[in-house]
């Protein structure tokens, strides 16, 4: 049984962490900081967790996190920087669900998130934590980046086309809408039930910090011959809780000599237990996903033309934060790699 700690598990991805580790084989919380909740039970703040989790929050503390086998980071972006150069000099095991240490490029960091880096020099110990890429990577790493969710169903929608060099990566579009959730649990009059309700917008039209994460993990599972990718990303907000469908546009670099499409997607995924490539013509809905950690996938071809469409769902607290978060720790530390993570999705 491994120890694991949490710092900042009052927010959306903090709870969703503990809703699946609480029933995990292999796991057990000992620690679960918040500095503004310290000394109030997790079960009084979050009754769904009563009779599950018998743990009161407490100040974030470098001795007692560095006796977990794992931390997980489930704090606002810029956080993660100051306690993980500490903890990484302890036993602790580090899995960031922040973005803190997804991009290479500090420079690229500093100019999407605000800040100057806090810690460069760790940067290139990260790991980029999309198993369906870095498994074998993950398995000795130290320091994780847990993909955002954006990026995850945008990279798990492309790569067979990207792997095999299929499309004009020159000029791919991604939309994609998320639900209310993805904006975290902090108070904002944009995110109000009488404002999103009845509602679909975009946002951030010009530029959004997942922007560079796409770009970067696309770039490294093309072929070293091919134009670097380059991504129009439009994300939008859904009136729902929770949930993520990306729609991918790619046109082909050879449209005559295509191969099957919906094989070329399931050869791919066959062996990944959490991405579901759905049968040819049917369309994946975010209801399907819902409080799991399964990515399902379509791939079509309108009209036999050069455009090629892919459609990717995933619940955007779980494939898209925690779950994954709990699929890197289960690869980290030798458990079946759906240890905690066969959840049914909710319907309706």
Not at 13 to 37: K, Y
Not at 150 to 160: D, F, I, K, N, V
Not at 270 to 282: H, I, K, S, Y
């Amino acid at each position: 049984m491994i120890k694991v700690g949490i710092v900042g598990g009052t927010g959306y991805t903090g709870v969703e962490l503990l809703r699946l580790l609480v029933r995990h084989p292999g796991a057990q919380v000992t620690v679960i900081t918040s500095r503004a909740e310290a000394g109030i039970a997790v079960a009084d703040m979050f009754p769904s967790l009563r009779g599950h989790l018998d743990l009161c929050f407490s100040e974030p503390d470098v001795d007692a996190l560095g006796e977990c086998d794992v931390v997980f980071f489930a704090t606002p972006h810029g956080v993660a920087q100051n306690l993980v150069p500490s903890l990484m000099q302890r036993k602790a095991r580090i899995i960031d669900l922040s973005a803190d240490f997804r991009l290479r490029d500090t420079d690229l960091w500093g100019l999407w998130y605000g800040q100057a880096h806090g810690c460069p020099e760790l940067v290139s110990d990260a790991v980029y934590g999309l198993p369906e890429t870095n498994r074998e990577q993950i398995r000795s790493a130290k320091l994780v980046a847990c993909p955002g969710c954006y990026p995850t169903a945008a990279q798990l929608g492309l790569l067979p086309l990207l792997e095999h060099n299929l499309v004009d990566t020159s000029s791919l579009i991604i939309n994609a809408a998320s639900g209310a959730t993805g904006a975290g649990r902090q108070a904002k009059v944009d995110n109000l039930l009488t404002e999103i309700s009845d509602s679909f917008k975009a946002y951030a039209a010009n530029g959004h910090r997942h922007l560079p994460e796409i770009e970067q993990g696309l770039r490294d599972i093309q072929p070293a011959k091919a134009e670097p990718a380059r991504v129009t990303f439009v994300p939008h907000l859904l009136p729902m809780i929770r949930g993520i469908h990306a729609t991918a546009y790619a046109r082909a670099l050879n449209p005559k000599d295509l191969p099957d499409l919906h094989a070329l997607y399931a050869d791919r995924y066959a062996n990944e237990p959490f991405v579901d490539v759905l049968p040819e013509g049917e369309h994946p809905q975010t209801r399907t996903v819902k409080g799991s950690n399964i990515c399902r996938i379509s791939v079509f071809r309108p009209q036999d033309r050069d455009t090629l469409v892919v459609l990717s769902v995933i619940d955007n607290l779980t494939k898209g934060a925690s779950g994954q978060a709990v699929q890197n720790m289960n690869i980290m530390f030798g458990f079946e790699e759906t240890a905690g993570l066969n959840v049914v999705p909710i319907l309706p």
